[in-house]
């Protein structure tokens, strides 16, 4: 059974960071590309970064470019993100997901057949 759990969520003072992790389990996961999606208070999911298999290439949204940092250990089974700079609209439930096809990195949701059960950011004051 593929398993994604993800972790590190908090409250956070604008201008703060947090790490969220995520551990892969029921599937290959050094096989395959990964994804972090967010979703806002009231609003739909929005993707945010992808890595590939090996991290020689990297994606972001134009929102979270130049603060936010996606990374992965396969020998680990986990995939990173780095926040820095947070923002009030960066406040969300994020979640790690796992494309159907190996080497997919889109923002197309659809393409995501395994997601976790996220975890809560909250950035304010």
């Known amino acids: 059974e593929v398993q994604l759990v993800e972790s590190g969520g908090g409250l956070v003072q604008p201008g703060g960071s947090l790490t969220l992790t995520c551990v892969g389990s029921?599937?290959?996961?050094?096989?395959?590309?990964m994804s972090w999606v967010r979703q806002a208070p009231g609003k739909g999911l929005e993707w945010v970064s992808g890595?590939?298999?090996?991290?020689?290439?990297?994606n972001y949204a134009e929102s979270v470019k130049g603060r936010f940092t996606i990374s992965r250990d396969n020998a680990k089974n986990t995939l990173y993100l780095q926040m820095n700079s947070l923002k009030p609209e960066d406040t969300a439930v994020y979640y790690c997901?796992?494309?159907?096809?190996?080497?997919?990195?889109?923002?197309?949701?659809?393409?995501?057949?395994?997601w976790g059960q996220g975890t809560q950011v909250t950035v304010s004051s």
């Open positions: 029921g599937f290959s996961f050094s096989w395959y590309y």
């Open positions: 997901a796992k494309p159907k096809a190996r080497a997919t990195m889109t923002l197309n949701l659809a393409e995501y057949d395994y």
């Open positions: 890595i590939t298999t090996v991290g020689d290439r990297i």
